[in-house]
C-alpha cells in the first residue's frame, strides 16, 4: 500500500474526522484532516490530494461547495461524499456534481477501505461525470434504507442519459415518483413528463391517445388530433401498467421507441418524435412473454435500465421517516399543525402495510384528519386500525409460529372485504389500492371475489 496515495477528511464532527484518520492511517495511506471548507482550501492549495472524502453538510457551509473547489485547484482529486441524511437530490447532487460515489452514514469500514483501493487502481475514465449548473427539484420520494439507496444512485446515473427506464415493484412502492425523479434530474426536465396508465384505457383507446388520430379516422374523429408522443416532445412518458396492453398495440410501440417516430390513427404519415420513453409494471414481464402475453423485442427495448423498488416490508426501518413527511404534507394541505407521537410512530411501524407506501400515506391522512386534540397518539392508530381492519400485530408475537406474510395479507384483504360487504371498489379503497391490484392480489393469494359479488 503506497503511502503517497493521500486521502483529504473533510468533515465537522471530531468523531468522523478521528476514525477516518485510525482507519486510513493503519491501511497505510496518508490522511489530512479539515473541519471546514477553508481549511480544505488551504490543504488543497498546500499539497496534492488523491481522494477527498466529503461530508454533505459543514456546519453552516455545503459539502459540495469542495467539490468546486476540487474542480478548479485539483482537477484529478476524485471525490466521495458522505452524510446521514440521504435523499434522491442529495445523491444526484453529488454524483452530477463530479462525486465518484456516495456513502452512508454510519460508515462501514470494509465497504469504505473497498472504495479508496478501487479509486486508487481506478482508470480516470471511470470518474467522468456530466456536471449539471441547475439545481434540482425536490421530489416526495422518502428512505434512507440500503434498498432505497440503491434507488436514489440509479436514479442519479441514469437520469443523465436518454435510456429506457423500466420500473418494477409491487402496487404502491412509488413507481411513478421515481419516473417523476428521473425526468426532473435530466436534461428534459424544463420539457413535459406526461404519465399515462395504459391499464385504464382500451387498447384502441390507448393507441388513439398516444399516436393521436386523423379527421375522419374513425366515427368521432372531426378533426386532427395529436396524440401524448407529440405532446411530449423533447420531454419524457411514463408508461405506467405497461403489462396491460395487448400485443397488436405493443408492435406500434415498439416503433415509437425504437425508430422515435409515430404515426397517427387514420394516416399513412409519420411523424419524428424526441421522446424519452420510462414503463413500469408490478407484474413479472419476463414470465408474460414466455406466456405469449407482451412482446419480448420491446421488453427489451424497454428495460435498457431496469429499477427495482422495494416493498415496505423490505425498508421497515423507512417508515418512521415516511410517516413524518406524510403527516408535513398532510398539515401543509390543511394548515393545521397535528403532531404524532413517538410510540404511535413505533405503533404504526408494527403494522402491515400490503399496499406500500400509498397505504401508509392514505392511513396518515385519515389519522391526521380525525385528530381532535392536536397529537396523534397510540390509541388513535389503534382505533384506525381497528376501523379499517389493519392488522396490528408485530412481527413477532406470542408462542407460537408466526404466520407467513402472505398469510398475513391474505387474512387482512379478507376481513376489509367482509367490512366493505363485498363491495370490491369499497374494499381497494380501504386497502389504498387500486381495484385492479386487488384482483391480481387475490388471484395470487387464493381469495375467492365472486363469493360475495357486488
Not at 10 to 21: A, G, I, K, M, Q
Not at 210 to 227: I, M, Q, V, W
Not at 340 to 360: D, F, H, K
Request: net charge neutral; with cysteine; hydrophobic share 40%.
Amino acid at each position: 500500500m503506497s503511502k503517497r496515495f493521500t486521502v483529504l477528511v473533510v468533515d465537522d464532527e471530531d468523531s468522523t474526522r478521528s476514525f477516518l484518520h485510525a482507519v486510513l492511517t493503519v491501511e497505510g495511506y496518508n490522511c489530512q484532516l479539515a473541519d471546514s471548507l477553508e481549511a480544505a482550501e488551504i490543504l488543497l492549495r498546500q499539497s496534492r490530494i488523491d481522494l477527498a472524502l466529503v461530508d454533505l453538510y459543514l456546519g453552516t457551509a455545503n459539502g459540495l461547495n469542495v467539490l468546486d473547489l476540487l474542480k478548479v485547484i485539483q482537477p484529478q482529486c476524485k471525490c466521495v461524499v458522505m452524510t446521514a441524511h440521504a435523499t434522491v437530490e442529495t445523491v444526484a447532487r453529488s454524483l452530477s456534481g463530479g462525486a465518484l460515489e456516495y456513502l452512508s452514514k454510519p460508515l462501514l469500514i470494509d465497504d469504505l477501505l473497498a472504495l479508496v483501493r478501487r479509486v486508487q487502481s481506478a482508470r480516470p475514465s471511470l470518474t467522468e461525470e456530466i456536471a449539471s449548473e441547475e439545481p434540482f427539484p425536490e421530489t416526495a420520494i422518502v428512505g434512507r434504507s440500503a434498498k432505497m439507496l440503491e434507488v436514489y444512485r440509479a436514479i442519479a446515473r441514469v437520469a443523465a442519459s436518454n435510456a429506457s427506464v423500466l420500473i418494477t415493484g409491487a402496487s404502491g412502492t412509488g413507481k411513478e415518483l421515481v419516473a417523476r425523479a428521473i425526468h426532473a434530474h435530466s436534461a428534459r426536465a424544463q420539457k413535459p413528463f406526461i404519465p399515462i396508465n395504459c391499464g385504464a384505457f382500451s387498447e384502441t383507446l390507448l393507441e388513439s391517445e398516444l399516436f393521436g388520430y386523423e379527421k375522419g379516422a374513425f366515427t368521432g374523429a372531426d378533426s386532427n388530433h395529436p396524440g401524448l408522443f407529440e405532446a411530449a416532445h423533447g420531454g419524457t412518458i411514463f408508461l405506467d401498467e405497461i403489462s396491460e396492453t395487448k400485443t397488436g398495440f405493443q408492435v406500434n410501440l415498439l416503433r415509437a421507441v425504437q425508430e422515435q417516430q409515430v404515426r397517427r390513427v387514420g394516416s399513412n404519415k409519420y411523424i419524428p418524435i424526441d421522446v424519452r420513453i420510462l414503463a413500469a409494471s408490478n407484474c413479472d414481464l419476463e414470465a408474460l412473454i414466455q406466456a405469449g402475453a407482451f412482446r419480448e423485442d420491446l421488453y427489451y427495448r424497454l428495460s435498457v435500465v431496469t429499477i427495482h423498488l422495494p416493498t415496505l416490508a423490505e425498508r421497515r426501518e423507512d417508515i418512521p421517516p415516511l410517516i413524518h413527511h406524510f403527516l408535513k404534507r398532510s398539515n401543509a394541505r390543511s394548515k393545521r399543525h397535528i403532531q404524532i407521537t413517538s410510540e404511535a410512530v413505533q405503533s404504526l411501524s408494527s403494522m402491515l402495510w400490503p399496499g406500500n407506501v400509498r397505504e401508509l400515506e392514505n392511513f396518515i391522512e385519515r389519522l391526521a384528519i380525525f385528530c381532535a386534540s392536536g397529537e396523534i397518539g397510540v390509541a388513535d392508530v389503534e382505533r384506525e386500525a381497528v376501523s379499517k381492519r389493519q392488522p396490528h400485530t408485530p412481527a413477532v408475537a406470542g408462542n407460537g409460529p408466526a404466520p407467513t406474510l402472505q398469510e398475513m395479507e391474505r387474512q387482512h384483504i379478507l376481513r376489509v372485504l367482509q367490512e366493505a360487504e363485498g363491495n370490491k371498489s369499497k374494499a381497494a379503497r380501504a386497502l389504498g389500492i387500486e381495484r385492479k391490484t386487488l384482483y391480481e392480489k387475490a388471484r395470487r393469494l387464493g381469495i375467492d371475489l365472486q363469493a360475495n359479488r357486488r
